[in-house]
């Protein structure tokens, strides 16, 4: 295995690992979005973990001291990969804004907004919340789909 | 259009070179050894630049390197 499919491997099990308990109790309680500093620092923390011993166990790198580089096989392989992550990005995005518009109204009326006055709806500060947090979800997604995308190709190529 | 099925040496002019490894000739032409692998197994078909690059450091013709089946 590459290093750089080492790499695509932690970054997806790391996101995943550290983004899942996350996204679970924003979801259930919308104000506790300061976890997010505690996850970022949990995401640093691993991959730099992995980094090391990833280097430490690779002959290649601790010989040369620096990382393979990128060629034309992995930027091909990333590429694919970035399409597909944008490509499930924007159909996220969008379905957030379709039901945003949906919902922001019900949202509205629920709060003691006048059903017939648009202009006067209020949305709940959790509702809010909520709502970004689903967008942060599938920005999220996205990358989850970036390295799996990537993972895939190595395997494609290793296996046929 | 059907997709042209591209053959190459390179495997064997490796060993025609001394044995050159997959890591020297990677390291020779700038790319991975994961990538010599998947351009010997007919996986990857290169780049231009990188297909005259392998040719070169065989000092060998383009199309002694890489051939079309037909």
Not at chain 1, 94 to 116: I, Q
Not at chain 1, 131 to 159: E, M, P, Q, T
Request: proline share 3%; aromatic share 10%; charged share 15%.
């Amino acid at each position: 295995m590459s290093f750089h499919e080492k790499s695509a491997w932690a970054s997806l099990l790391a996101i995943g690992v550290v983004f899942t308990p996350y996204l679970v109790v924003v979801l259930r309680q919308p104000l506790a979005f300061g976890i997010l500093i505690v996850a970022v620092i949990a995401l640093v923390l691993i991959l730099t973990g992995f980094h090391i011993v990833n280097a430490i166990s690779s002959k290649l790198i601790r010989e040369r001291g620096v990382t393979p580089p990128i060629d034309e096989l992995d930027r091909m392989i990333e590429l694919r990969a970035a399409k597909y992550a944008g490509f499930v990005l924007a159909c996220a995005v969008l379905t957030w804004c379709l039901f945003a518009l949906v919902f922001v109204s019900a949202w509205g009326v629920s709060a003691g907004g006048e059903p017939s006055n648009l202009a006067e709806f209020r949305v709940p500060v959790t509702q809010a919340l909520t709502a970004v947090h689903w967008l942060f979800a599938s920005f999220v997604l996205a990358n989850c789909v970036y390295y799996a995308s990537i993972v895939v190709g190595y395997r494609k190529l290793a296996h046929g | 259009m059907d997709k042209l099925l591209i053959q190459n040496r390179i495997r064997q002019l490796r060993f025609e070179a001394n044995e050159m490894t997959q890591q020297a000739l990677a390291d020779h032409v700038g790319i991975t050894r994961q990538t010599v692998i998947a351009l010997e197994q007919g996986k990857y078909y290169p780049s231009l630049e990188l297909a005259f690059r392998i040719a070169l450091l065989f000092a060998k013709p383009l199309e002694q390197v890489f051939q079309v089946e037909v």
